[in-house]
């Protein structure tokens, strides 16, 4: 038991609050404390009876039973992983812009599971984070099933790929995906590759509650820096900031 709380204390600390919260929340849904139903996103029950806290569990609530569990745990194996990577590699000492990043994701996948009726959406969040961490990561070899190997560029859409071929569905994976697209185009993409200007700034108020480790100074306009080949992140001109195994279905849970 040490050693668990010894690898559980040296996971970072958002990795670490949001990976335990979605083990959590699973838990009190499987032993019956909270019906599933209160925990689900239902945009009704959020505007007309003020259930204010559902785009909240919704992310972080999965159901777990005999034909969802291995679903659960490999997602949950992937924000580990991957949120760790990108916590302590580009974003190693800014908790700000990574959070920043994580409610920018959160916000986009919240408002399109109000729209497409999704009622879980922790999957959609984990594959956002990971496609951020593929793009970072572009060139780094990862390996899947049957010992397949490929550049990391391509994991995010391997996986989509894959829940399709055995027959679920693809629509948490490819939101995911899109919600990342979306994050790394106008943080990193459009403004340092393109010469557009940054429409995504982490607020000042975000760098007050969780100051950059590298004791630079505070502002708008900035953001977290790609890391160089080795996988450090670096400082910008001038200063800165710093069943079937399916894997992605979209489940219904129906209302209350």
């Known amino acids: ?45 959020v505007f007309k009876r003020f259930h204010l806290w559902r785009p909240v569990t919704a992310t972080l609530y999965f159901p777990v039973n005999h034909s969802t569990g291995f679903l659960y745990l490999f997602n949950l194996y992937f924000l580990y992983h991957y949120s760790t990577r ?28 109000m729209l497409m009726d999704m009622q879980l959406l922790m999957i959609p969040l984990v594959m956002s984070v990971l496609y ?37 569905s693809f629509i948490d994976e490819l939101t995911g995906n899109l919600v990342g697209h979306l994050y790394f185009f106008l943080m990193f993409k459009y403004p340092m590759d393109l010469g557009g200007r940054a429409f995504l700034s982490t607020p000042d108020f975000l760098y007050r509650l969780f100051p950059n480790r590298w004791g630079v100074g505070s502002g708008f306009g900035v953001y977290a820096v790609p890391p160089r080949p080795g996988g450090t992140a670096q400082e910008p001109a001038g ?18």
Not at 10 to 30: K, Y
């Open 1 to 45: 038991m040490s050693d668990i709380g010894n690898w559980f204390r040296n996971i970072p600390f958002i990795t670490r609050t949001w990976f335990a919260a979605s083990i959590a929340l699973p838990l009190i849904g499987r032993l019956g404390l909270i019906s599933g139903g209160h925990l689900i996103l239902i945009p009704e029950f």
């Open 86 to 113: 990108l916590e302590t590699g580009a974003f190693d000492g800014r908790p700000a812009n990574y959070i920043f990043m994580l409610l920018f994701n959160w916000i986009c996948i919240v408002i399109t599971g």
């Open 132 to 168: 951020v961490w593929a793009q970072f990561n572009k060139d780094t070899i990862v390996s899947f099933w049957f010992g397949t190997r490929f550049k990391a560029h391509y994991l995010p859409w391997v996986i989509l790929a894959f829940n399709f071929i055995i027959g679920g």
């Open 239 to 256: 200063g800165g900031r710093g069943g079937r195994h399916n894997w992605g279905q979209g489940f219904r849970l129906g209302g209350e």
